[in-house]
T-cell receptor
C-alpha cells in the first residue's frame, strides 16, 4: 500500500517570501502521479500542481513549483512570493492508475499561514 | 468553479437515520470518487466508480454504499448514522487519461 507523509503539520511565511512544503511517499510502483491540493478556509479542494512520475522535469504553475526527486521519493512544493490568499491547508497526494482504475492516497496536510 | 456539483450543501440528521448525497461530475468525466474528511483531518478515500462500475474501494464502511447512474451522476448512501459519521463528504471526478481529480464543494453532514 502506498503511504504519503507530510512531516510539517503547520508552517508560516511572511508575505512575499518563499516557503517549501515537504512530502515523501512510499511506493513500489514506477508509473504514478503526484499532486498538491490546496484547501482554503472555504474547504474547497483546489488542484495546485501535478507531476507525472515519468517526467524528469519539475512541474511549475505560476508561483508554484515542485522539486520531484523520484529516487528519494520526495515531492516538495515551493511557493514563491507568498500571498495572503495562499493561507490554506496543503495536501500532497499520490495516485496510481491503470485500466480506468485510480487510487489516490492523501497526506495528512500542512497548514500554511501567510503573515502580512 | 470545478464543474463538479454536490447536493445538498449541508445536512443535519439524527443518529440511526439514512441520507443520500448526490454528485454530478464534470461534463465528459467518466470517473467519480467519494471522500470523507472529518474535522481537521485528511481525506479518506471511500470508493471510485468508472462509467457505472465500481473500480476501487477504500475505507468505506458496510453501512455506506454508492452507485453511479447511466447519466454518470453518483449517489452516496449512508445508513444507520452514528455521531462519528459527521464529516465533510467530497465528490471528485476525473478524466482518467489526464489523472487529476476535480473536487466538488462538499456536503457537510452533521449527525446529532
Amino acid at each position: 500500500a502506498q503511504t504519503v507523509t507530510q512531516s510539517q503539520p503547520e508552517m508560516s511565511v511572511q508575505e512575499a517570501e518563499t516557503v517549501t512544503l515537504s512530502c515523501t511517499y512510499d511506493t513500489s510502483e514506477n508509473n504514478y502521479y503526484l499532486f498538491w491540493y490546496k484547501q482554503p478556509p472555504s474547504r474547497q479542494m483546489i488542484l495546485v500542481i501535478r507531476q507525472e512520475a515519468y517526467k524528469q522535469q519539475n512541474a511549475t504553475e505560476n508561483r508554484f513549483s515542485v522539486n520531484f526527486q523520484k529516487a528519494a521519493k520526495s515531492f516538495s512544493l515551493k511557493i514563491s512570493d507568498s500571498q495572503l490568499g495562499d493561507t490554506a491547508m496543503y495536501f500532497c497526494a499520490f495516485m496510481k492508475q491503470g485500466g480506468g482504475y485510480q487510487k489516490v492516497t492523501f497526506g495528512t496536510g500542512t497548514k500554511l499561514q501567510v503573515i502580512p | 468553479d470545478s464543474g463538479v456539483t454536490q447536493t445538498p450543501k449541508h445536512l443535519i440528521t439524527a443518529t440511526g437515520q439514512r441520507v443520500t448525497l448526490r454528485c454530478s461530475p464534470r461534463s465528459g468525466d467518466l470517473s467519480v470518487y467519494w471522500y470523507q474528511q472529518s474535522l481537521d483531518q485528511g481525506l479518506q478515500f471511500l470508493i471510485q466508480y468508472y462509467n457505472g462500475e465500481e473500480r476501487a474501494k477504500g475505507n468505506i464502511l458496510e453501512r455506506f454504499s454508492a452507485q453511479q447512474f447511466p447519466d454518470l451522476h453518483s449517489e452516496l448512501n449512508l445508513s444507520s448514522l452514528e455521531l462519528g459519521d459527521s464529516a465533510l463528504y467530497f465528490c471528485a471526478s476525473s478524466d482518467v487519461a489526464l489523472g487529476e481529480q476535480y473536487f466538488g464543494p462538499g456536503t457537510r453532514l452533521t449527525v446529532t
